[in-house]
């Protein structure tokens, strides 16, 4: 299709971009340009044709802006061209040329197009000027032919800008003008122009080659830059907090007033914060000063114990003594109630001990969804993630859209950890144990890198001596040294390591754990919320089972009797035709999972026949399932029948005796198991030291007070009343036990 048009206005096949193609690269000696605005960006769409071109002018009108135009006109006027106003207007023409750089698209093209402009600048075959007339709107385009040419050139005149938009993307109206006398008279008018016009060719090449993305750095000024734009936030935030309040005795640390000033940015930027400092580094105090920095009435949400105004370092005792107005506290057990008070008059809320609250299908999540929406959300957990990257989603969720969140880059956040998820399915701990790491240590990275660094703050100890050491030294701080873990071996004997060996065998691969899986079985309707649901609690029964057994034979033994009355009432039911389900329940159950309290989970999946089902709509082998399953379990009862013998106390109790550090000072001795707890703490009782005191999630405030009183070096009213300790995990939240300087785990530690 001919371009030799005399009206051109880019539709297809009418482009001012082919038309300049044919009229350039045919015999065009001269290009002059007179354009409002000129965008480098855009120069890519143009010079090939430009390759012939002997000499290129550009002239340009509003894309130098009014005060660069008034500095030169104003020099103008006086005779002279006034060195500072000269400068000021080539000052800001580089901030322009930089500005629109800076906007354009990153791409290959444009990226030659702009460096083979400097080119051209360089060789003087290409100038460009600013004219200092702001009223300067003409699109004008005159081509010069070559001497002997049948026409002296040609002029393109009408709406089109120098830019992509203006060659080829918009609707424009422009007319090609082919006599003589017109291409005379628009020749001599730029010619006039261009000899007032202020030449800006060198401030065009010195910001694209210094300043602009495809300026030439070295490798140290890349870093630099990188540097630079990195912490380019940080550098423009208050280096100290604001009027804030110290109570008499407390240290001024300045680790945890960075933590504060970096909480209260990412609150700003995001609605949410983590506070995740490793155990130890006084999150709670951080939180305090926190809360004088935001404006609005605060929430705290925390485990019962760490409310008690009995404890030096409670959540009330802290905010009271750094001087924090206007704050409720709430038991985290307690959010039914909270949600039937006014939540609305809260701006800021604060979670101790957030990971618990890891699984959203659980009643506690959804009334604390409800509570947080709207609001400022502060997390304070050393340890958010316990099992899968999905648990830092539940609690981002907490103050982000989960499909329309605002963290750079990754706005759908549940699409980023379903992909998370895929890249473990398929992969079996055991078998593809390499691959499967693998996968956890890129999750783990990509959590990292795409979430948390934007929403957490965390530093261990190592850290902080690093960084902040010379003002630990000045206020005379000092970490305690922790010593290696030191292993306690115990032996069985053949017949025993038999027996161990056989049970985890049956128990990991053959047991199906039908009973705790049913809907799997189910020929009806089911959602894959449901059957999800039920796979995930057999796969935590199947972990429960051998850390029962790893804890101690007691609690194996009190475990597997509930697994065996359990499947027997199970399969009588099914016998008389019914299968019986309680969704109700799971939330509970999943709860009590998460609360580590594994003794409820029985209790609740017997509680209630919530929804009844038929069992001729459950398939063949559900029935066979039960029973082989409840075979095996009295199989391994049978088993455990030959042992007589607790070897594991057995060698616990001597090295309580003998060893001289366990003999005489405070120990502290955990179980994540209640029914080890328990039982430990009656055989050292009875074997050892009558001076144990028990602590369990069943323990009563009376316990909790004993305990501080007796291990908490910060207690109110310190006593000696005992010397050991034996507690479930419960315990480790939020108090610190340093009256004693030694720790037991006599489970095996699936959980470190």
């Known amino acids: 299709m001919s371009t030799d048009l005399t009206f051109i206005t880019n539709e297809p096949g009418k482009s001012l971009r082919d038309r300049f193609g044919v009229l350039l690269e045919d015999d065009t000696r001269f290009f002059d340009c007179l354009v409002g605005y000129f965008f480098i960006s855009g120069f890519y769409k143009l010079y090939p044709f430009l390759e012939t071109v002997e000499k290129i002018r550009i002239l340009v009108g509003l ?52 460096h083979k402009f400097v080119e051209w600048v ?53 007319v090609e003008l082919k006599n003589p006398y017109d291409y005379q008279f628009a020749i001599d008018k730029f010619n006039e122009l261009w000899r007032v016009a202020v030449d800006v060719s ?20 890349l870093y630099l830059k990188f540097l630079y734009e990195y912490f380019r936030s940080e550098l423009s935030r208050p280096a100290e907090l604001d009027d804030i309040y110290v109570p008499a005795g407390f240290m001024k640390l300045k680790y945890q007033e960075e933590a ?73 057990g307690m959010l039914d109630h909270l949600l039937k008070r006014d939540i609305s008059k809260y701006t800021n809320v604060f979670i101790d001990e957030s990971h618990r609250f890891r699984t959203e299908t659980t009643q506690s999540y959804e009334a604390l969804a409800r509570i947080c929406r709207g ?89 902080i001596e690093k960084y902040y050491g010379e003002d630990m030294k000045q206020q005379g701080l000092k970490f305690p040294h922790v010593e290696d873990p030191e292993p ?74 509930r697994f065996i009355h359990s499947y027997e009432r199970v399969i009588a039911e099914f016998k008389r035709g019914n299968v019986y389900i309680s969704k109700k329940h799971i939330h509970k159950i999943f709860e009590a999972l998460d609360a580590g309290n594994h003794e409820a989970i029985e209790r609740l999946l017997e509680a209630e026949k919530a929804e009844w089902l038929s069992a001729e709509d459950f398939s063949a082998s559900f029935l066979p399932d039960l029973e082989s399953d409840h ?24 090295v309580l005796k003998l060893q001289p550090k366990l003999k005489n000072g405070k120990l502290i001795i955990f179980s994540e198991s209640q029914e080890t707890a328990s039982y430990l703490a009656d055989r050292i009782a009875k074997e050892v030291e009558p001076k144990v005191i028990l602590y369990t999630g069943q323990a009563g405030e009376a316990t909790h007070r004993d305990v501080i009183a007796n291990f908490d070096a910060n207690a109110f009213h310190p006593r000696d009343d005992y010397r050991i300790l034996v507690s479930t995990e419960v315990l480790s939240e939020g108090v610190n036990l340093h009256r004693s300087n030694i720790v037991i785990n006599y489970d095996i530690p699936w959980n470190p």
């Open 631 to 654: 075979k095996i379990l009295l199989q391994v009862q049978e088993l455990w029948a030959e042992v007589g013998r607790d070897p594991k106390w057995e060698a616990f109790r001597e």
């Open 122 to 174: 360089r060789s003087k075959k290409l100038e460009i000027r600013a004219h200092p007339s702001e009223n300067l709107h003409a699109k004008v385009y005159i081509m010069t032919f070559a001497e002997g040419d049948r026409d002296k050139g040609r002029v393109i005149t009408g709406s089109s800008n120098l830019t992509q938009a203006g060659l080829q993307d918009n609707l424009e109206f422009n």
């Open 202 to 221: 060198k401030p065009y090449e010195d910001t694209i080659l210094n300043k602009s993305p495809y300026a030439q750095f070295t490798p140290y000024e």
């Open 375 to 463: 609001k400022r959300v502060i997390l304070v957990s050393a340890t958010p993630l316990n099992n899968t990257p999905r648990d830092i989603l539940s609690q981002v969720k907490l103050f982000q859209i989960g499909k329309a969140s605002t963290i750079p880059n990754l706005r759908n956040l549940e699409a980023f950890f379903t992909g998370l998820e895929k890249n473990l399915k398929g992969l079996d701990r055991q078998h593809d144990r390499e691959l499967y790491f693998q996968a956890i240590q890129a999750n783990a990275k990509a959590t990292r890198e795409n979430v948390l660094k934007y929403l957490m703050i965390r530093r261990t100890r190592t850290e």
């Open 260 to 332: 504060v000033l970096n909480a209260r940015k990412v609150l700003d930027e995001y609605g949410g914060a983590f506070l995740s400092d490793v155990v130890g580094l006084g999150k709670t105090y951080m939180s305090a000063l926190l809360a004088q920095q935001l404006d609005g009435r605060n929430l705290v949400i925390a485990p019962p114990h760490l409310l008690d105004r009995d404890i030096k370092g409670s959540w009330p005792n802290v905010f009271s003594d750094f001087q924090v107005r206007q704050t409720d506290f709430e038991s985290i």
């Open 488 to 561: 306690l071996f115990y032996k069985f004997s053949k017949r025993e390591n038999e027996i161990f060996d056989k049970t985890i065998r049956l128990l990991i691969a053959e047991f199906k754990y039908a009973r705790y899986r049913p809907l799997t079985y189910y020929e009806g309707r089911r959602t894959e919320q449901e059957l999800q649901g039920q796979r995930n609690l057999a796969k935590f029964m199947k972990i429960l089972m051998v850390k029962r057994l790893e804890s101690s034979f007691h609690a194996f033994r009190l475990t597997l009797d």
């Open 63 to 114: 894309q130098t802006d009014r005060t660069a135009y008034e500095l030169i006109q104003k020099a103008k006027e006086q005779g002279e061209l006034n060195l500072k106003s000269h400068a000021t207007a080539i000052e800001q023409v580089s901030k322009n040329v930089l500005g629109e750089l800076e906007r354009s698209a990153d791409s290959a093209e444009i990226e030659t197009g702009v």
